[in-house]
C-alpha cells in the first residue's frame, strides 16, 4: 500500500481510502431508501421504507425489529468518512468505528435467519429476497473489511488506543455489546418503537445532566435538581391550565430555575457554604413546599397545545431532538468559548484558576445559573410528555441526573468530564432498564447497577488521578513495611 506525504514529510492516508467509508455509507443508505429489498406477491418490488410504512405494506410478513439499524450504521459510516476528510489522523479509528458499524449491519442479518427459522417463513422470504437485501450485507461486509487496509500510522493522541481509553468510548462499547446480546436473544428489543422509547424515555434527564456536569466539573454538587424538576413541572402544567400561552408556560420554568440556581449560587460562591448543605436543604423545601401547595394533586386537563415532548419533527419525538442539541451546543461552548474552559479551571485547581484572574465565585454563580436554566428544560419535558403531572418528584430523580454525570466520566472531584459522556450515560442506563425486561430480568436490580457503575467509575477516576500524580499511596506503606 503505498501513502502519500504532506510537505512536512509525515506518512497520511490517501484520500480514497479516507473517503472509503462515505462511499460505502452512501451507497448503502440508497439502497436502504430505494433498492428493492423483496418482491411481495401483489405489490411487488418492496424497499424497506415501504415494508415498515404500515401492516399492509408487508404482505410477507418480514421481520421489521432491527431495521433501524441499518440506516442508523450505514449514517455513522458516512460520517466516519465526512470525518476522515477532515482529520486524516484519525483514519485508523475512524475505520474501525466503520467496521463496527458493519458488524451491527449484518447482526440484522442475523436476526432474519433467526426470526425466519422460528417463524418456519425463512424459505419464503429467501425466495422473494431481491438485490437489495443482498447489496446491504455485501456493504456491511466491506464496511469490515476496509479496516483491513493498511493505513498511515497516526500520532500517538490519535491512536486507536488513546481514543478509546476514555469513559465516552467506554459508554460506547458498552451500548454496542448491550444491542448485540440483548437484540440477538430478543430482536424486539430493536424494534423501531423501543429504540425510540429508550432515547425518549430519559431525555429529560440527559438535559438535566448536561447542567449537573457543569457544576460537578466546577468541584460542587446539586442534590435539589429532582425535586427543582418536580417544583417546575407543576408551575409549567398550572400556567398551562390558567390559560396562559404555551410560550409562557413553557418559559417560565426556565426563568424560575435561572433564579432559583443564582440563589444556590450566590449561598455557594459567596457565603462559601458547601454545596452538598446548600442543595440538602433545599431539596427538603422544595419536595415539602411542593406538597403544601398542591394538597397532593394533581396537575390535569391541560390544553393539547401544551404537550411539547409528545410532538415528532421529522418523525423523531422532540425530547431526542433537545437532548442531542442541547448536548452538543453544551460541549461546543465548554470546549472553544473562554466561559467554558473557565469551569475546567476552577475545578481542577481554584488557586491557580484566581491567580490567572478568573474569578471563583462569578464562576461557580454562573454555572448553578445554567444549572437552573437546564434543569427548567429538563421540568418542561417532563411535564409534557404524559397527560398527567404528580404532585411528587418523580422518586431517586436527582440520584439519576448525578449518576448519568458521574457514570459519564465526569470526576466526582471536579475538572474532567463532558456533557456529551453525561447524556452517553443516561441512553445506556436506560438500555440496560429496557434490555433487562427483554430479558426477563427483574427492573428493580437498576438501582443496583447504578450504584455498581458510580463505585467503578469514581473508582477507576481515582486510579487515573493516581497514575498521573505518582504511585498509589498504599504503595508507600507497602514499602515501609517490607523495610521494616
Known sequence: MTLTSQTSGARVTPVWLRALPLILGILMLLTYFVAPFVNQPE??????????????????????????????????????????????????????????????????????????????????????????????????????????????????????????????????????????????????????????????????????AIGMSMVIITGNIDISVGSLIGVLAV?????????????????????????????????????????IVVTLGMLSILKGGLILWTNGQRVTNMPPAFFLAQTRPLGVPMPVWFMLILTLLAAAWMRYSPRGRALYAVGGNADAARLSGLSEPRIVCSVFVINGVFAGIASVLYATQLRVIQATPPPALELAIITAAVVGGVSILGGKGTVIGATLAAILLNAIRSGMIFVGVSPFWIQAIQGLLILATVLTDLSRRQATSGPPRWMFWVRRSHVS
Open 43 to 208: 405489490r411487488g418490488p418492496s424497499s424497506l421504507p415501504t415494508i415498515t410504512a404500515s401492516r399492509d405494506s408487508n404482505e410477507l410478513e418480514l421481520p421489521t425489529n432491527g431495521l433501524l439499524l441499518l440506516p442508523l450504521a450505514a449514517s455513522i459510516a458516512l460520517g466516519m468518512g465526512l470525518w476522515n476528510l477532515v482529520n486524516p489522523q484519525l483514519a485508523r479509528a475512524t475505520a474501525v468505528i466503520s467496521a463496527i458499524c458493519g458488524g451491527l449491519m449484518l447482526q440484522y442479518g442475523l436476526m432474519f435467519v433467526l426470526d425466519g427459522r422460528e417463524e418456519g417463513l425463512l424459505e419464503v422470504w429467501l425466495e422473494a429476497a431481491s438485490w437489495g437485501l443482498w447489496a446491504l450485507l455485501i456493504g456491511a461486509g466491506l464496511l469490515i473489511l476496509q479496516a483491513l487496509i493498511p493505513r498511515a500510522r497516526p500520532a500517538p493522541e490519535f491512536r486507536i488506543g488513546t481514543l478509546m481509553s476514555n469513559q465516552e468510548s467506554a459508554i460506547i462499547l458498552a451500548l454496542l455489546a448491550l444491542v448485540v446480546l440483548v437484540g440477538t436473544n430478543n430482536p424486539r428489543f430493536l424494534s423501531t418503537r423501543n429504540v425510540l422509547d429508550i432515547l425518549q424515555g430519559n431525555a429529560y434527564i440527559a438535559v438535566a
Open 235 to 275: 408551575v409549567s402544567g398550572r400556567l398551562a391550565v390558567a390559560g396562559a400561552p404555551m410560550i409562557v408556560a413553557w418559559l417560565v420554568p426556565l426563568l424560575l430555575g435561572a433564579l432559583f440556581g443564582a440563589l444556590l449560587g450566590w449561598l455557594v460562591a459567596y457565603l462559601r457554604i458547601p454545596a
